[in-house]
Structures are given as structure tokens and as C-alpha cells.
């Protein structure tokens, strides 16, 4: 266009990036935060849940056919990857220093089916070099906030209208995740199996109270959370939960598998009970994912189909025996924490509207009848098509058989031989797939990275962060430099953001209305005892009573020949005191006084 002008050198341009928008909502005003964000291709993978077993419905004897049970076919599933850090910079505050930090990394899978959308939090991590940032005393935690904000993004870019959504997670504590040797860092602050199980709970339940995320909660039916944490009853487990006033309602202590599998809503075909092994689902590294492979391991194939696992039967005792395995044992905690989001319920259409455009008459047969000379009206590529429809004559087939053997001789190659130029690899070839919507998964545009691999790319790059160094701070500034480059054959994919948050001194207002209580103003400091109270003031604390002399009583002494008779100097001492002064003294009869018998 004629009436654009040209962007002057040095002049960022506003990024239209959906992530950043929301980032900078939540994050401190006026820091600078840099954010890397990296995702994958909807994938096909292994289905997360053993397919239950049915009875075919072939043609047979029925008392033979009611013993034979044949597995199901799994359903089919995609995982989406996506992988996002926050860095800050270790130079000057005003701005974008090139010696960039790593602060924090998230990942997450997205699992996709017919069915359900499972998010799944796999790793979650940080450096504990936020401290560079010196934020003011009372800020909210920009960790807690990024990961609260970016599980609520992808909820909204993944959501599907008519499908169930479900956030999943275990929670267990480590020293490290994600960067390796940042445990050497004092400034990072390791959380205990029950400071980590309570963090994720609070980070969860914002999605619940907070009016931040007051829209994501629109479009859905429903939204409740379950807690599971092997070994501890629910009085224990309770003690986890947010101390809120609407977490007793959006919260239960339990879990949501039987809700999530899709194989209970279907009871004509897989029948009203659905074995065990079909209604745990399995991540990478989780807990119980090494406990259902032991069990498929030691279980018969024939046994499987017809009676499922010998033993657990039942959920409860699943969780039961999980409390006895070495992530769940031994002083140690594991959290499994869902929030399962229920979908609207779509009206479904009248009969009305099918029958009557079932019987909308077509103006013109020809639409629907193609012209006596098909191969004449139609396109070069319909006319191929056709062509190969066509029953092959004799001579025709002759002509592609010979055409074929002259496609196998091999041309003798003469002249010079020229060298082919090496050619080096500049950016990542990934191959998108052709529908952005199908039955299986949804991939817009909006939740994608800012750059988005393949699996095997997406793997590699990872694998180097967990091979980098960040135990100092000129080790974690080349290990942040290096992986930034590589992952994009060294172009820049960073976003910019400029927090937009002011710090609030107000107290927390939830959905219902309540506030927290401050009693910093009701405590009452004690009064020093160097502190007086000057001339023609009253004071709050009460005077000490002193008794005069008359009210005090002196011991009596017991030797009367040091005693002075004091009455004449006080005539008006009571007559009282001078007989109490002399006590009598009880002389014991014979009679009471027992003598110790002489031994002989």
C-alpha cells in the first residue's frame, strides 16, 4: 500500500500473540519477561486405557459363544506437546538485556479422542533466580500466576463443544525436573510431597474463584475438582484442600474415573461393568502407570478378557494398594489431582426439520444424472478418473504392460560427473496435517507454539535442556543461550511481555462475595517498662494495689527471750496482734507417744 510507512529500526512492533495477552494480565507491572513457546503436531499415539473385552456377535452355538470374549479395538488417540519457559534478564531493569535467564518451564500434554480432551501437566519447574527481579514484598508469585494462566489458555483454545475436557496431574516432590544442577542454587525453594500437593490445589482452584477466569468457567456445564493421595484417609486428605468458603462444594475427595472413561457409556456394547484395567488411563512417568503394567504383566490373557485382574477388584482397592508402592511409601506423598470440565448439553434437532428436508424435490434431474458424453463434459482430472473406472480393453491393458517394461530399462549415464553442493539444515520440515478439525482432535491456530515441531524434534530439544547446567548464575545465562538458539536453528522465536499487573494492597475478593480478614490492626502492643506516663494523662493499664501497714502480718518469732514488747510505742495497735505474736506451743501426752521397741 501506497500509505504505509516503513517500521523505524529499533521500534518493536506489537505482537498479536493471544499468549502474550494473557501473560501480561497476570504478571507484575512494568517487569519484563521473556517467553518461549514450543508445540508439536496432533500426533497418533497409544491409547491411555485397555480396551474392555465383548462378546462377538457372530452366528453360533449361544452356550459357546457366551464364553468367548474377544478385546475391543483401542481407541484411536492423538497427543499434542507443548512446552513453554519464562526468562527474565540478567542485566539492567529498563531493558531487554541479551543475557536471559531461564526462571521456569512448563510442560504439558494434550491427549484427544472421539470422546474426551485429557490435559495433561507432565513436568513443571524453576531455576530459583526469579530473586534477580527484587519484587516488592506482597506480590503475587509470577510462577503460580504463569501456570495458572497458561493451563486456562489451552483450556480455551482446546476446548470442543460437545466433548468432555479433563486437567489431570500427579503431584510429587523432587529437587529438580527440568534444570539440571539448579538445586545448588540457595535461592530456589524446594517444596516438600505436602507443600507441593497444597501448591498445585491452590493453583487449580483460582480456575474456580478467581474472577481472572471468570470466562473460561462460561462456556461449561459444569467444573469439579477430586483429590487423591494414597494412604491418607479424607480427614487427612481435607487438610490439602484450599481453605476457601467454596472449596468444600467444588471440591471431592476421590476420583473422577469412572466419570472420564468412555467405555461406561456404552453399556450395550461393553455391558454395565467395566474391568478395572479399563478405567485407569496411563501417562509417561506416572506412578500408577508402573503398577498397571506389573498387573497386565502377571494376569493371563484369557483371564484378562473374561474376569480382568485377580486383584484389585474395585477402585478402592487400587488406591489402597498404591499407598504400599515406593512413590506412596515410606514417607513420601503422591497427590493425583483431577478438574474435570462437563461439556453443555446440545439440544438435539426435531424430526420436523430432518423429514422435511429429507423430502426437498430437486429442480433438475441433470444435476443428479451426468450428460450422455460423461467423458466429454467433465475435467481432465475427472476424465482420468473415470478412465480408470472403465473396464480395461485388451488392447489398452497390452499398451500399459508395455509401457511398464520400458520404465524398468535402465539408461546407460554418459558425460562428466558433477558433484551435488551439500545442503545444510536451516529450518525444521514439519509436516502439518491437512484438516485442523476432525472427530479425534482440534488444532487451531491460536494455541499453537511459536514454533511447532515433530515429535522426534520436540524430543531432541528437550533432551538438551536436560543436558545443560544451571547449578550458577554464568552457567544458567550460557545454558539459556544455547537452548534458545538450537531449538530454532539459531532465529529468534522469543516473546516479549511487559507485565501489566499492579500490585494490590487490598485484600482477595472471591465469587462469593467474602473477604480475608486483617487483624493486624486489633493487637494491642504491650507497653514498655521503661515507658511512663507523663503529668495530667490517664493510663490504660491499671495502677498496682499497695496494703498499708496495718494489713500486713509478720511471722512471729519463737524465741521470747529477744522479744520486745512493742505496745506502748503503738497504742493503737489491736490487743489481737500482741496474743497471736506469742503461739502456744502442743505439748503431746504420753498416751500418743509410741516408742520404738528395743531389739534384743
Not at 198 to 206: A, E, F, Q, S
Not at 478 to 484: G, K
Not at 519 to 528: D, F, N, W
Amino acid at each position: 500500500m501506497s500509505g504505509s510507512k516503513p517500521v523505524p529500526k529499533g521500534v518493536r512492533i506489537a505482537d498479536r500473540n493471544p499468549l502474550i495477552a494473557e501473560l501480561a494480565k497476570v504478571l507484575p507491572k512494568d517487569r519484563k519477561f521473556t517467553v518461549h513457546h514450543l508445540s508439536t503436531t496432533p500426533t497418533a499415539t497409544d491409547h491411555l486405557c485397555y480396551p474392555p473385552a465383548f462378546k462377538p456377535r457372530a452366528s453360533g452355538d449361544a452356550a459357546t459363544q457366551s464364553k468367548e470374549r474377544r478385546p475391543s479395538k483401542p481407541l484411536k488417540t492423538y497427543c499434542e506437546k507443548h512446552f513453554l519457559t519464562v526468562s527474565i534478564g540478567a542485566g539492567k531493569e529498563d531493558t531487554f538485556s541479551d543475557r536471559q535467564i531461564l526462571v521456569l518451564g512448563l510442560e504439558i500434554y494434550i491427549y484427544t479422542t472421539s470422546f474426551s480432551t485429557i490435559i495433561f501437566v507432565s513436568k513443571a519447574d524453576s531455576t530459583g533466580y526469579l530473586n534477580l527481579l527484587t519484587l516488592p514484598k506482597g506480590t503475587p508469585s509470577p510462577i503460580r500466576e504463569v501456570t495458572t494462566c497458561f493451563v486456562a489458555f489451552l483450556i480455551a483454545n482446546r476446548r470442543r463443544p460437545t466433548k468432555q475436557l479433563v486437567v489431570n496431574l500427579f503431584a510429587r516432590a523432587q529437587s529438580q525436573y527440568l534444570f539440571p544442577g539448579s538445586v545448588k542454587n540457595n535461592g530456589k525453594h524446594v517444596l516438600d510431597d505436602r507443600g507441593l500437593v497444597k501448591w498445585w490445589c491452590r493453583v487449580l482452584n483460582t480456575m474456580f474463584e478467581s474472577d481472572d477466569y471468570s470466562e473460561i468457567r462460561k462456556p461449561w456445564d459444569g467444573i469439579h475438582g477430586y483429590l487423591v493421595i494414597p494412604g491418607l484417609d479424607d480427614y487427612e486428605t481435607r487438610a490439602f484442600l484450599p481453605r476457601t468458603g467454596l472449596a468444600p462444594a467444588n471440591w471431592t475427595l476421590g476420583d473422577p474415573l469412572a466419570i472420564m472413561s468412555p467405555y461406561t457409556k456404552d453399556p450395550a456394547t461393553f455391558g454395565r461393568h467395566i474391568h478395572l484395567r479399563s478405567l485407569i488411563p496411563t501417562y509417561p512417568d506416572d506412578p500408577k502407570a508402573r503398577f498397571v503394567e506389573e498387573l497386565e504383566e502377571s494376569t493371563p490373557q484369557k483371564a484378562k478378557l473374561l474376569r480382568g485382574w485377580t486383584t484389585p477388584r474395585t477402585l478402592d482397592q487400587f488406591w489402597e494398594m498404591m499407598a504400599f508402592r515406593q512413590e506412596c511409601s515410606s514417607g513420601r506423598l503422591t497427590g493425583f489431582i483431577w478438574v474435570v470440565f462437563e461439556p453443555q448439553v446440545m439440544p438435539k434437532p426435531t424430526s420436523i426439520t430432518v423429514s422435511s428436508a429429507a423430502v426437498i424435490p430437486t429442480p433438475n434431474h441433470s444435476l443428479n444424472e451426468p450428460p450422455t458424453n460423461a467423458l466429454g463434459a467433465l475435467r481432465p482430472s475427472q476424465q482420468k478418473a473415470a478412465s480408470l473406472m472403465a473396464p480395461a480393453t485388451p488392447s489398452s491393458s497390452l499398451a500399459v504392460r508395455l509401457k511398464r517394461k520400458s520404465k524398468k530399462i535402465n539408461k546407460k549415464l554418459t558425460g562428466p560427473i558433477l558433484t551435488r553442493k551439500p545442503r545444510f539444515k536451516t529450518h525444521h520440515r514439519v509436516q502439518f496435517p491437512k484438516l485442523v478439525e476432525t472427530p479425534y482432535y482440534s488444532w487451531p491456530e491460536n494455541g499453537r507454539g511459536q514454533v511447532v515441531l515433530n515429535d522426534n524434534d520436540y524430543k531432541r530439544a528437550v533432551e538438551l535442556l536436560l543436558h545443560l547446567e544451571f547449578g550458577t548464575l554464568e552457567q544458567a545465562i550460557a545454558s539459556t543461550a544455547r537452548w534458545t538458539k538450537d531449538v530454532n536453528m539459531g532465529k529468534n522465536w522469543a516473546l516479549e511481555i511487559i507485565g501489566q499487573r499492579a500490585t494490590a494492597s487490598a485484600p482477595t475478593t472471591y465469587t462469593n462475595g467474602s473477604t480475608a480478614n486483617d487483624l493486624s490492626t486489633m493487637v494491642r502492643r504491650k507497653r514498655a517498662v521503661s515507658e511512663h506516663v507523663p503529668d495530667g494523662t490517664t493510663s490504660s493499664t491499671p495502677p498496682v494495689n499497695t496494703l498499708s501497714g496495718g494489713l500486713v502480718r509478720k511471722k512471729a518469732k519463737l524465741d521470747n527471750s529477744n522479744t520486745v514488747d512493742t505496745s506502748a510505742d503503738n497504742p493503737d495497735q489491736n490487743s489481737c496482734s500482741v496474743a497471736e505474736s506469742k503461739p502456744k506451743v502442743n505439748v503431746l501426752g504420753g498416751m500418743l507417744i509410741r516408742k520404738k521397741p528395743k531389739t534384743s
